[in-house]
């Protein structure tokens, strides 16, 4: 199974910004996800990329504020976070899945995760 390890996170005011960076142990080319998790609360899905990088998916919570893009060169994949607000705040998982999914059940390889802490 290819390893995944998130990085990026850290404590940033609200309205500020954060990227996020997801890199693979290796080149795997499928749909990748970008979910999130609150204390107490369900993982949900933040935002999606196909395996061309040609198409993506993003939640209405962070429509218009987050991007999500990738750099197959690199096997990398990126969550370029902005006007952050204090209910952004959670740890951030990457993981691997299928184009249209949404729901965490559908992906896999999940790597460790990044806190975010975004204050008032």
């Known amino acids: 199974q290819v390893q995944r390890v998130e990085s990026g996170g850290g404590l940033v005011q609200a309205g500020g910004s954060l990227r996020l960076s997801c890199a693979a142990s290796?080149?795997?080319?499928?749909?990748m996800g970008w979910f999130r998790q609150a204390p107490g609360k369900e993982r949900e899905f933040v935002a999606a990329?196909?395996?061309?990088?040609?198409?993506?998916d993003y939640a209405d919570s962070v429509k218009g504020r987050f991007t999500i893009f990738r750099d197959n060169a690199k096997n990398t994949v990126y969550l370029e976070m902005n006007s952050l607000k204090p209910e952004d705040t959670a740890v951030y998982h990457c993981?691997?899945?299928?184009?249209?999914?949404?729901?965490?059940?559908?992906?896999?390889?999940w790597g460790q995760g990044t806190q975010v802490t975004v204050s008032s």
């Open positions: 990329i196909d395996w061309t990088g040609t198409n993506t």
């Open positions: 993981a691997s899945g299928r184009w249209g999914a949404r729901s965490p059940s559908d992906y896999g390889y």
């Open positions: 290796r080149r795997f080319l499928s749909t």
